[in-house]
Nanobody
């Protein structure tokens, strides 16, 4: 089993930045494609960003307009999400996910993934 624990969420004003972290444990996380999803109250969970196991391939939701950047440090078993120019509509619970099989260039964004964290709340005020 792979355990995922998110951190770094909080409250920020519009235009601000946050960096989320997702620490993996339990198995060798470096073999997993990993990524971030978010879910706002009353809305469906949506894909935010994904990164391949070796960090060479990334993908993003089109709606982000280049404001977010995903990265990973396999030596630390951690994936990061740098969020800049935050908007109130970015307010959501951000969840980390991992899967060994689904490619971030393919079906990773469907959310049908093997491992999930509990999430970290991000609140952006106007």
């Amino acid at each position: 089993q792979l355990q995922l624990v998110e951190s770094g969420g909080g409250s920020v004003q519009a235009g601000g930045s946050l960096r989320l972290s997702c620490a993996a444990s339990g198995r060798t996380s470096s073999v997993y494609n990993m990524g971030w999803f978010r879910q706002a109250p009353g809305k469906e969970r949506e894909f935010v960003a994904g990164i391949s196991w070796d960090g060479r391939l990334t993908s993003y939701a089109d709606s982000l307009e280049g404001r977010f950047a995903i990265s990973r440090d396999n030596a630390k078993n951690t994936v990061y999400l740098q969020m800049n120019s935050l908007k109130p509509e970015d307010t959501a619970n951000y969840l980390c996910a991992a899967d060994e099989r689904r490619s971030v260039a393919g079906t990773f964004s469907t959310g049908e993934l093997d491992y999930w964290g509990q999430g970290t709340q991000v609140t952006v005020s106007s």
